[in-house]
C-alpha cells in the first residue's frame, strides 16, 4: 500500500518510520514500535481504523486525572469496510476486571491505551501469538499483575470491518483457548476465576461457531456450537435459550 512513500511525505520529525525486512507478525511489530518510541503513554491503532481527533488528549487528561489506573480504553463506532458508514456501537463497562477479559472481548486494540510503565512490567506483547489473541493475552496479564482499567467513556475512534476477508476462525479460536489456559494455570490467577473454565470456553466455542457459519464454513461452526454444548448443556434450555438469545442478538 506504499506505506514508506506516505510516510515520507510528512516532514514532521515526531513521526519515525520503522520496517522489519521480513514480516514478524502482528505482536512482534507492535512491540518493535513501542520500543522505539519515547512516550509515557502507548497509543494503539490498526492500520485500517481511525481516531477522532480527540482521542489522545482525552486519554492523556484521563490518565493525569487517575494516576492509578494503568490501562484505559474508550467505546467506539464500527465501519463497513470500503466507506464511512457507522455500522455501530460498542460500549465497554465503565470499569472492568480479569473476570470480564476471561469471559470476552471488552474492547479492542484500536480503543485501548496502556502506561509504558504497565507494558514494560508484563513483558508487552507475546510475539509468538502470530495467529491473534495478542490483546488478550497483555489484557490478562495486565489485569494479573494488578492493573487497573477504566473507560474514558467517549467514543474516541472507528473499527472499520471487514466483510468480503475470511477470518481465520480455526486458528483464532486455537489461539484464544491456548491463552485463556495458561491465565486460569497462572498462579496469580483467583480461584473463583479458575472456575470461569467452561463458561469461557464455551462463549468461546459460540462466538466463532456464529462466525464460521456467517462465513459458510457449515461443518466447522456446527463442530463448535456441539462443543459449547458439550460444556454447557443448558445452554439450549429455557425460553429463550442462552444460545437462542445470543443468535438474536
Given at each position: ?25 502482528l ?15 502507548l ?15 482525552r ?5 493525569t486525572?487517575h494516576?492509578?489506573?494503568?490501562c ?27 473476570r ?27 510475539g ?13 496479564k495486565?489485569?494479573l ?6 473507560s ?17 476462525i ?24 479458575r ?15 456464529d ?18 454444548l ?13 444460545m ?5 442478538w
Amino acid at each position: 500500500d506504499h506505506t514508506e512513500e506516505v510516510v515520507r511525505q510528512y516532514s514532521d520529525p515526531r513521526i519515525v518510520y520503522v520496517k522489519h525486512e521480513q514480516n514478524q507478525g502482528l505482536p512482534a511489530t507492535r512491540n518493535t514500535g513501542i520500543r522505539a518510541s519515547t512516550g509515557e503513554t502507548l497509543f494503539l491503532l490498526d492500520c485500517d481504523d481511525m481516531f477522532h481527533r480527540e482521542k489522545l488528549q482525552r486519554h492523556v487528561q484521563f490518565l493525569t486525572r487517575h494516576p492509578e489506573v494503568g490501562c484505559t480504553y474508550n467505546p467506539r463506532f464500527e465501519l463497513y469496510y470500503g466507506g464511512n458508514a457507522i455500522n455501530g456501537l460498542v460500549r465497554p463497562p465503565v470499569r472492568l476486571e480479569l473476570r470480564d477479559l476471561v469471559l470476552g472481548f471488552p474492547f479492542s486494540p484500536s480503543d485501548m491505551v496502556i502506561r509504558r510503565e504497565w507494558y514494560d512490567k508484563v513483558g508487552g506483547f507475546d510475539g509468538s501469538l502470530r495467529n491473534y489473541s495478542e490483546d488478550l493475552d497483555i489484557n490478562c496479564k495486565l489485569a494479573l499483575a494488578g492493573c487497573q482499567f477504566a473507560s474514558v467513556n467517549k467514543t474516541l475512534n472507528y473499527r472499520r470491518l471487514h466483510s468480503a476477508r475470511p477470518l481465520r476462525i480455526a486458528a483464532r479460536l486455537e489461539a484464544a483457548l491456548q491463552v485463556l489456559e495458561r491465565i486460569l494455570n497462572d498462579p496469580r490467577c483467583p480461584d473463583d476465576i479458575r472456575a470461569l473454565r467452561d463458561h469461557a470456553y464455551r462463549l468461546n466455542y459460540i462466538v466463532w461457531g456464529d462466525l464460521a457459519l456467517l462465513q459458510n464454513e457449515v461443518e466447522l461452526g456446527h463442530d463448535y456450537l456441539r462443543k459449547a454444548l458439550a460444556h454447557e448443556p443448558s445452554i439450549i434450555t429455557g425460553r429463550p435459550s442462552e444460545m437462542a438469545s445470543y443468535f438474536a442478538w
